[in-house]
Structure formats: structure tokens, C-alpha cells
């Protein structure tokens, strides 16, 4: 067998990136009898598109004899860097492609010397769980993945509204305290997106969503915060969103809501990790 050549990804590898994304988790899922995460080729073509023009998403594929057959990405916008997704073509799988990326990417992190890496593992996935362990990546949170239609709730002492380029520093405050690092560089592109909502208690910012769905993340003072974002939603994009299933009262929320959850997910980090202190939804990423 051929050597396996790592280089960066770049825009004209859009087309084979995206559709060995879609290809890999529809072959994993389809062998586990889950739902495919990424939906359809249409989303795969748009986030992988997405990632390439990103600045401070770094991007690896790795060939062999000159041909494609998996790629990893990496988001270096913050002092924690979240890997994702790390796709192989299934025609290779389990023939050690996705250890060499992993490999070649934490190399270039460890270079960069980050505070720490982290990553959402697909918890019925038992070979890139065994993957990650090897790593040196340690579990850090079961996760569960809910859907439905948007739960309306009542009075509320949340009001919530867009977020705007000024309510960047209040936001990232809010995370500081709960996550004890902020998230600035990519709120801030959610916020150009027009994606991002706050939450606020008598003109004071409490909480922040990016978007409500895999691709974004929230935090709160409580879940009073979160739940009012949540509320807020035009829908849940994709798969749905990640719940920590620790926090008992968001996950008894959601579900007596009529929210159900479609599958269950592991986050997993090297490096530091602050317990949370507050209420916050993960992305797919971290």
C-alpha cells in the first residue's frame, strides 16, 4: 500500500472533501442504524465550504497516490482549538488514515502550543471513541442530541433579542465565567451572519446563542437563559442541539417540552478544561 501524504486543504478540494463527509457518516450511520448527521450532500457541499473560507479554520487532507481519502479540520480562533469533522473515505476506513490526521493535527496544535483541544464524538461510534482514548483525550461530557418543534414558554424575566457587534465584550464576559476562556473570534462571525441572540435581564446581557442547532453554541448565567434562547429559535437546524445530560434541569425542560433525543454524543478534550459554572450548550464541536 501506498504512503499516505498530508498537505493543507484548499478551496479547490471543496467538491471531494465534502462528499467523502457525507459518504463517511452515511456509512457509519447506516451500519449503526442511526439518523445521518450531516443531513444531506446539499449541507456537506455548504459547511465544507464554509470551513475553507473561515480564516482561523485550518484544514488537512490526507492523499494517497494523488487521490483524496480523508480530511480534518481545525478551529484555531480561540485559545481552544476544536477538531472537526475528521472524515475517511469509507473504501479506506479502519485502515488508519483517521489516527494519521488526528496525528498530523494534534502535532500542529502541540507546535502552536495551545491551552487545549477538544472535540464531540459520536457516543455509539466505539472505534473513533477507542481512537480519541488512545490520543490522550479524556471524557468530559455525555451529551444529548434533541429535536423537535420549538418549544413557546410563558412570562419570562428574559427578554431576548439579535446580538450585535457591541455586545461582543458582554457576551464573552458571560462565557469567561462560565467557561473560564471566551469564544469571541467566532461569535463574532455568527454575529455577522445574523445568526447570534442575547439574553437580558433588565438591560444586563446574561446569556448568548451563536445559532440554535450542531454548528452553535450557547451560555448562560442559568438555565433560565439558555432556555429563553431556546425559545427564541426559528427552528433547530440539522440534527438537532446538544444538551450536557448532566445539567438535570435543561434536560427535564426539553423533554417536558416534547423535545426528543435522537442519539447521544461524547465530549472529549486534552488540556485544559474548566467545570463549567453556568448553564451552556455545546457545538458539534466543543
Known amino acids: 500500500m501506498s504512503e499516505l501524504k498530508f498537505r493543507p486543504a484548499r478551496a479547490n478540494d471543496a467538491g471531494t472533501c465534502s462528499r467523502i463527509f457525507f459518504d463517511a457518516f452515511e456509512s457509519i450511520a447506516t451500519r449503526h442504524s442511526f439518523p445521518i448527521e450531516p443531513g444531506s450532500r446539499d ?4 459547511q465544507t465550504n464554509s470551513m475553507l473560507a473561515t480564516e482561523g479554520i485550518t484544514g488537512l487532507v490526507a492523499e ?10 481545525a478551529d484555531e480562533r480561540g485559545p481552544i482549538v476544536g477538531i472537526g469533522p475528521v472524515i475517511v473515505d469509507p ?35 466505539y472505534r473513533s471513541f477507542a481512537l480519541y482514548a488512545k490520543l ?22 428574559r427578554s431576548v433579542r439579535p446580538a450585535s457587534a457591541s455586545d461582543v465584550d458582554a457576551c464573552s464576559a458571560v462565557c469567561r465565567r462560565v467557561h473560564g476562556h471566551d469564544r469571541s473570534a467566532e461569535l463574532s ?24 442547532g450542531y454548528g452553535w453554541h450557547a451560555v448562560g448565567e442559568s438555565n433560565d437563559d439558555i432556555i429563553a434562547l431556546l425559545a427564541s429559535a426559528d ?5 438537532g442541539f446538544l444538551v450536557p445530560s448532566r445539567n438535570v434541569g435543561l434536560m427535564e425542560w426539553c423533554l417536558n417540552s416534547g423535545l426528543h433525543i435522537v442519539q447521544q454524543s461524547t465530549l472529549m478534550a486534552i488540556g485544559l478544561y474548566n467545570e463549567p459554572q453556568g448553564a451552556w450548550l455545546p457545538s458539534i464541536l466543543y
Open 43 to 46: 449541507f456537506t457541499d455548504f
Open 64 to 73: 494517497r497516490d494523488g487521490q483524496i481519502v480523508g480530511s480534518a479540520f
Open 91 to 125: 473504501s479506506v476506513q479502519d485502515g488508519g488514515v483517521g489516527r494519521a490526521l488526528m496525528d498530523a493535527l494534534l502535532d500542529r496544535e502541540r507546535e502552536r502550543d495551545v491551552a487545549g483541544v477538544r472535540l464531540v464524538q459520536t457516543a455509539y461510534h
Open 136 to 157: 490522550g483525550f479524556a471524557v468530559r461530557e455525555l451529551l444529548s442530541v434533541f429535536q423537535g418543534d420549538v418549544p413557546r414558554v410563558g412570562a419570562s424575566t
Open 189 to 212: 462571525t455568527w454575529i455577522d451572519l445574523g445568526s447570534a441572540r442575547v439574553a437580558e435581564v433588565a438591560g444586563r446581557i446574561t446569556g448568548y446563542a451563536t445559532g440554535f
Open 235 to 239: 427552528a433547530f437546524q440539522g440534527l
